[in-house]
């Protein structure tokens, strides 16, 4: 019997599941323009808020409007690692949206996404500080100014959160 069963049996033995305090938080990308270029969608604690670490993060390649499949591989550490696009979706939209499952401990998360158009890895910003580039937060809809934690957390309780956000690219 190995550590891992053992931990798990004697939690079990106690009546402590050993995944009491973990939940789903599914987060769902809509209007994500089909121009290539890569997705970035990470899920971060305070601490981390607006820093380059995060939780949970997954990048998936966007598909050009032309060569839209059907799936999308994504990689990372997600519980959900394949993104599906139904087919009315890609034969009627020059738009996609994109769904990933995150499995977390309880706890208040952001989630902001990114649509890096030109793949190199950089959130490009105009001369006054704006975005170029598509962008989504959770709660992002009501930002006027810099946001703060408080403003775009989400709670996980334990069973499943959803978020659904809106991406929203440069005028």
């Given at each position: ?7 798990i ?26 121009t ?57 939209s ?52 810099m946001?703060?934690?408080e ?21």
């Open positions: 019997m190995t550590i891992k069963t053992m931990l049996s004697g939690l079990c033995a106690v009546g402590v599941s050993p995944l009491a305090s973990a939940g789903i938080l599914s987060v769902t990308i809509q209007g994500v323009e089909q290539g270029g890569d997705l970035y969608v990470s899920v971060q604690t305070e601490d981390q808020f607006l820093a380059d670490d995060s939780i949970a993060m997954e990048v998936v390649q966007v598909p050009r409007g032309d060569k839209a499949s059907k799936t999308a591989a994504a990689t990372g550490s997600t519980l959900f690692q394949t993104v599906s696009l139904p087919d009315t979706q890609i034969a009627t020059a738009k996609q949206s994109f769904t990933f499952g995150f499995e977390l401990p309880e706890g208040d998360y952001s989630v902001s996404v990114w649509h890096d158009l030109n793949s190199d890895g950089v959130f490009d910003v105009d001369q006054t500080g704006r975005p170029i580039e598509g962008w989504a937060m959770s709660n992002g809809d009501t930002l006027r100014q946001p703060r934690f403003d775009v957390k989400v709670e996980l309780d334990g069973v499943a959160t959803i978020v659904m956000e809106t991406l929203q690219y440069a005028q």
